[in-house]
C-alpha cells in the first residue's frame, strides 16, 4: 500500500476513511452492500493530496477531512459511470457494478454518490467553494463528452488531447490540493501554486495511465491491453506515434475503421506505438509536466508533506 | 400549451427558458446541439410551482427564475439517466439521448446537466438550500435503486410504493414549492404548507404517471403501453389489483417470471387491472392525495396562483 511508508498520513486518511464510510451509510440493504464493496481499494490518492496541501497552511482544520473525503465519493462516483462507459468488466481488480447489475444500477449508483458527495461538501465549504466542485464536475463531463464524440479519429491533435485530460483528471487534483490549502489557511500564493502543482501532476498521472493501458500489467489495471484502442480512445502514445509515420497512421486508420476490431489488431498497433517511440514521448512529456510540478512547490516551505509529493511524483517517472 | 390559459405565469416562464438556455450554453457543438433538442418540450411543472409558490410571498425577488432554472435542469438531468434506465427510446415525442448515442453518451450529459445544476443553484441558494437540494437527488436516487432491487416483485406492498414515489417524485415538487416560498419571504407557516402541497401533488402526480403507463394515449406519453411491466416495475393500479383476486395474482406472477415478457402477455395483464377496478382504486388515491394538497393551500391567502394551483390539481382528476 502506498501510503505505508507515511504513518501520518496513513493516519490521517483513517479518518477520511471512516468518513466516507459514515456518509455511504443507507437504508437499502443491497445498495450498503455494494458501496461497501465499492470502497475497498484505491490509493485515496485526492484525498491525500488535501491532506499533504493542508501541511502548508498554519490552521489545524477538521473540516479538510470532511472535504477530502467529499472529493473521493465524487470521484467514486464518476469511476461507477466511467466503467459504463468503458464497458469494463473489472475495476480495481474487482468486478465492476454494470458487469453484476447492469448499465442501468451503475447509473443511480453514480449519481447515488454524486449526491452524498454534494450533501457532504455543502457541509463542509462555503458557497463560493462549492461552485468549484461543481465546475470540476462540469469540466469532467465535458471532457467525457467530448472525447465520446473524437472516438476513432485518428486526427486528434496533442493539444485537443492535453486540453481534454486537464477537464477530465487535473482539474479535480488542482481541486484536491486547493481546497486543502484553502482551509488550512495557507497564504493566497501558496494556494496558487498548490492548485498548479496538481494540476500538473494530474496531467502527468493521466498520461502515465495512457501508457498503463497500452503495456500495463493486466492484473493490475484491471483491464485487457489496448482497452482505449478498441474503444476508439486515441491517447497520446499513439496520437505522438502517429505523427512519426505516414504508412503506420494508414494502417492504423484501415483497423480503426473496422467494425470490430480484433485483438490481434490490437497488438499490432501497440506494438507499432512502441516501435516508434510513442511510449517513450510520452514518458519524455511526463517528465515535463512532473518538472512544471515541481517548481510550483520550489517556492513552498521543505516541511515533510513536500518531500512526499515529491516521493510521489517518483511513481510517474519510471 | 398548459400555460396558454395563463398568461403571467407564462411571462415568468419565459424568463425560466432563458436563463436555462444561457446556463446549457457550452464549446462542445455536438453537446450544444443535444441539449438545445433537449430543452423542448416539457410542462415545466416544477419551475412553474417555485414561481407560483413565490407569489404568496412578500418580495419580489429574481434569483426564483434561476432556482426553478436550476431545479428544471436537474429534473432534465434525472430523466436522460431515466431513460436509460427505462431503456426508452423516445420521450416528449423525441428519440432519447441512449436511442441515438447509446447509454453511455447518456451518462455524461445527465451528469453534465446535474452539474450546471448545482452550479447554478450554488451560486443562487444559500448553503443550507443547497445541502436540500442535494437531499432531494440523494432521495431520487435512492428510490430509483430500491425501485431497481424491486423489479418483477410482486410482493412489494402499497406502502413501499408510496415511500419510492415519496422520494422519487413528490421530494422535487416539494424542493420546488419550498425555494419559492423561501426566496419571496413567504412566513414559515406558508412554507411549510407550500411543501407539503408540493409533496401531496407529486404522489397525485406520479400515480397519474402510473395510470398513464398502463391506459395513456402512446403518442402523448411516447411509450409503448404497459412499459413499466415490461420492466418489471410494479406500480399502484397493478398492485393494488394483485390484492383483489388470487388468480390474477398466480397468472401475473407466472408471466412475470418469464425470460421475456410477451406483448400479449402485457395487454393481457392490463387488461385484468382495469377489469379488476385498479385503475379506479388508483383514481380514488390520486383524489385522497389531491384532497390533502389542497387542505394545505386551504390557510393560505386567495390569491390568483391558488386558484391556478386548483385548475393544475383538476387535471390530475379525469
Redesign the interface.
Known sequence: MLWDNYPEIKRKLRKVETIIEQNLK???K??EELLQTLLKGGKRLRPAFSILSAGFGKQQNDKIYDAAAGIEILHMA?LV?DD??DEAGMRRGKPTINSV?G??????????L???S??LL??TL??DR??K???A??S???A???Q??SRFNLDVSPVTYLKRIGRKTSALFAFSCGEGAFLSGCDENSQKNLIKFGFYFGMAFQMYDDILDLVGDTKETGKPKGNDIKEGIITIPFILALRKNATFAKNARKIMSAETIKTADIKKIIDEIISLGGIDDTRAWIDRYLQKAHTMLEPLPDIREKEIFHDIMLTLEK
Open positions: 443507507c437504508r437499502n443491497p445498495l464518476t459511470h459504463i462507459i447489475y448499465d442501468k444500477m451503475s447509473v443511480y449508483v453514480g449519481d447515488y454524486l449526491s452524498r454534494v450533501l455543502s457541509r462555503p458557497e462549492l461552485e466542485i461543481a465546475r464536475l462540469k469532467i463531463c465535458e467525457e463528452i467530448e465520446f464524440f
